[in-house]
């Protein structure tokens, strides 16, 4: 996995969130992603956070962004 990107922040995490970023890299150790490092675990799972959030666009549907909160907004009668 190759990263590109901007170093923002170092992070302290505690040891139960440590534990499991972990777990996390240990089960996606597979080829043929290869050992990810933390900061590339961390990445991911930034990413796919904002992605279910609707803050980043989908792979596959590059111009719908609805963040959200504004899906979950109820429809004015």
């Known amino acids: 996995m190759v990263t590109v990107g901007v170093k923002m922040a170092r992070l302290e995490v ?3 969130l440590l534990e499991g970023l972990d777990r996390f890299i240990y089960d996606r150790d597979r ?11 961390v990445s991911v799972i930034i ?20 963040t ?10």
């Open 14 to 16: 505690d040891e139960a």
């Open 31 to 41: 080829p043929p992603r290869g050992h990810m490092t933390r900061d590339e675990a």
């Open 47 to 66: 990413r796919d956070w904002l992605m279910s959030q609707g803050y980043v666009p989908l792979p596959d549907d590059p111009d719908k962004i609805t």
């Open 68 to 77: 959200a909160f504004d899906a979950a907004e109820v429809p004015k009668a």
